[in-house]
């Protein structure tokens, strides 16, 4: 496959994502289950932020678009996303009386963790297409849509919109897949609406559960990866990256090849936060101009990291932690 995609170059920014912004309560007594659990250590949380953390954490130029409560948890998000040299300029602040979202997180095991989620009336979902700076869009090299994004209005609109200005300035669109059952009204309005992201994105990720969704109507009753893949690269995708759990995952091309990505040992903690650390290093490693291989391996590097870790946005590693982290695991 071809080993390397083409990203703009010379823009002021290299990142920006638009989404989901909360706030993840992560259980404190491990290894028991929530009605036991008494104490929480509070991070910053939400599958975009994540990733864009992590992507400032690796050294690039973020923002983020996005909608805060009005609230103590609304500030705490804010002043982390800026403690962490993310631009918050697209960031606006609701006046409605709507909340910040919360995750409680169980970790019984490192193999059985579930997320309790408070959801009703949660701010980052009112964010309004007019909130949508399109010079940030048009100033960076990626933009980053959230799937949990486009399950409720004003913000799925918002987001289309988000996707339009990418398109009309030549930057790469990424659809994270994220999917969350809890917002969506019915599993065909999440097919529909996924839809319509994935067909405008360069480059789609997502589990083999995720697309299975967003494939609802299309007839992969086999749940084939190379179908799958197939279908996406008929609009505009570049690239498709399936993942697979702890079995790894794979990424397809448009000119026919595939790659499954390699996989390093971790001291599991907990499941949740692989995905977006995997983003933001598989993310990075395209953007610099390495070859999807290293890129994914890059990914998954950075994924045993933050499994290995208590929080998500926290852990998430730099790009010295992920050079030693690799460098330990070959020597190990």
Not at 132 to 152: H, P
Not at 173 to 200: G, M, N, Q
Request: contains cysteine; aromatic residues 8%.
């Amino acid at each position: 496959m071809d080993n390397t995609l083409a990203f703009p170059a010379g823009r002021p920014r290299d990142f920006v994502a638009i989404g989901r912004l909360c706030i993840d309560l992560n259980a404190n007594e491990i290894n028991r289950p929530m009605e036991e659990t008494m104490t929480f250590t509070k991070y910053v949380g939400g599958s975009p932020a994540n990733i864009c953390i992590g992507m400032a954490r690796l050294g690039h130029r973020t923002a983020f678009i996005g909608k805060i409560a009005d609230d103590q948890m609304g500030r705490f998000i804010l002043g982390y996303l800026r403690d962490n040299g993310i631009d918050a300029a697209g960031v606006t602040t609701d006046r409605t009386g709507a909340v910040t979202g919360l995750a409680f997180t169980e970790i019984k095991s490192p193999e059985d963790c579930s997320i309790l989620m408070y959801r009703d009336n949660a701010a980052d979902l009112l964010l309004a297409p007019g909130e949508v700076d399109e010079a940030l869009i048009a100033e960076s090299r990626v933009l980053l849509v959230s799937g949990t994004a486009l399950a409720k209005s004003p913000s799925r609109e918002a987001v289309l919109l988000a996707i339009r200005y990418a398109r009309k300035h030549g930057t790469k669109v990424v659809f994270d897949i994220d999917y969350r059952p809890y917002t969506w009204t019915s599993p065909e309005e999440t097919a529909i609406y996924y839809h319509l992201a994935a067909e405008k994105s360069d480059i789609i990720i997502g589990t083999r559960e995720e697309f299975d969704m967003l494939e609802r109507f299309d007839g992969n009753a086999e749940r084939s990866d190379a179908v799958t893949a197939a279908q996406w690269f008929g609009c505009r995708a570049e690239l498709v990256i399936i993942k697979h759990g702890k079995d790894g995952s794979i990424a397809y091309g448009k000119d026919g090849g595939s790659h499954r990505g390699a996989i390093f040992p971790a001291k599991v903690v907990k499941t949740f936060g692989a995905g977006d650390s995997y983003a933001a290093g598989f993310l990075h490693g395209l953007m610099q101009g390495w070859s999807v291989d290293r890129s994914m391996a890059y990914g998954s590097a950075a994924a045993s990291i933050v499994i290995s870790s208590h929080s998500c946005s926290d852990a998430m590693p730099t790009a010295e932690q992920v050079d030693a982290y690799i460098q330990a695991s070959q020597h190990a």
